[in-house]
T-cell receptor, first 116, second 111 residues
Framework: ETGVTQSPTHLIKTRGQQVTLRCSSQ?????VSWYQQALGQGPQFIFQYYREEENGRGNFPPRFSGLQFPNYSSELNVNALELDDSALYLC???????????????FGPGTRLTVT | SQQGEEDPQALSIQEGENATMNCSYKTSINNLQWYRQNSGRGLVHLILIRSNEREKHSGRLRVTLDTSKKSSSLLITASRAADTASYFCATDGPLNNDMRFGAGTRLTVKP
């Protein structure tokens, strides 16, 4: 157990709808990253939040957005869902740069999103 | 975009045998990490090796890193059925705290 939780576990949405996925980080972790993992592929970096500000983004359009809250929880929002958005969405928390340690990230179990 | 590429894509061995997985990457790195994933669930961190290290051990795991060849290998000795999973290598990205993953090696250990 990594201490990182995600909800819901599974979700089915229709194309064009909006979805919010939630993540609860390990206590004290000020950095959260979100990844998209398509079937049979490795995770792809979506974006990262550090102290409630977006701190970098991968190759994903603006309809992917996020929020990070002071209580170590965060959200991933996806608007105008497309069929290709069907994937496992993973969040990962870490201590970030302030820890002075190497950047081990602790992953949650993921949310499997199916878009029909 | 994917940074690392694992080889082979799939590996099937008998319990007790050793399993070797390879990873190649494209750009210079600060560190490389290996993760395990069971049945499409969350990733479990296995080991991190820094760019100035050549070899690292953790229990039955041995990781090597050759920065001149931009490659790494993960060796699992005396494999067990419970080692059946997908294994990913990941290199640090531009933010240092994001990671770039390969497509993974799917390991099956037969009892």
């Amino acid at each position: 157990e990594t201490g990182v939780t995600q909800s819901p576990t599974h979700l089915i949405k229709t194309r064009g709808q909006q979805v919010t996925l939630r993540c609860s980080s390990q206590s004290g972790h000020n950095t959260v990253s979100w990844y998209q993992q398509a079937l049979g592929q490795g995770p792809q970096f979506i974006f990262q939040y550090y102290r409630e500000e977006e701190n970098g983004r991968g190759n994903f359009p603006p309809r992917f957005s996020g929020l990070q809250f002071p209580n170590y929880s965060s959200e991933l929002n996806v608007n105008a869902l497309e069929l290709d958005d069907s994937a496992l969405y993973l969040c990962a928390s870490s201590l970030g740069w302030a820890s002075g340690r190497d950047y081990e990230q602790y992953f949650g179990p993921g949310t499997r999103l199916t878009v029909t | 975009s994917q940074q690392g590429e694992e080889d082979p894509q799939a590996l099937s061995i008998q319990e007790g045998e050793n399993a070797t997985m390879n990873c190649s990457y494209k750009t210079s790195i600060n560190n490389l990490q290996w993760y395990r994933q069971n049945s499409g669930r969350g990733l479990v961190h296995l080991i991190l090796i820094r760019s100035n290290e050549r070899e690292k051990h953790s229990g039955r795991l041995r990781v090597t890193l050759d920065t001149s060849k931009k490659s790494s290998s993960l060796l699992i000795t005396a494999s067990r059925a419970a080692d059946t999973a997908s294994y990913f290598c990941a290199t640090d990205g531009p933010l240092n705290n994001d990671m770039r993953f390969g497509a993974g090696t799917r390991l099956t250990v037969k009892p």
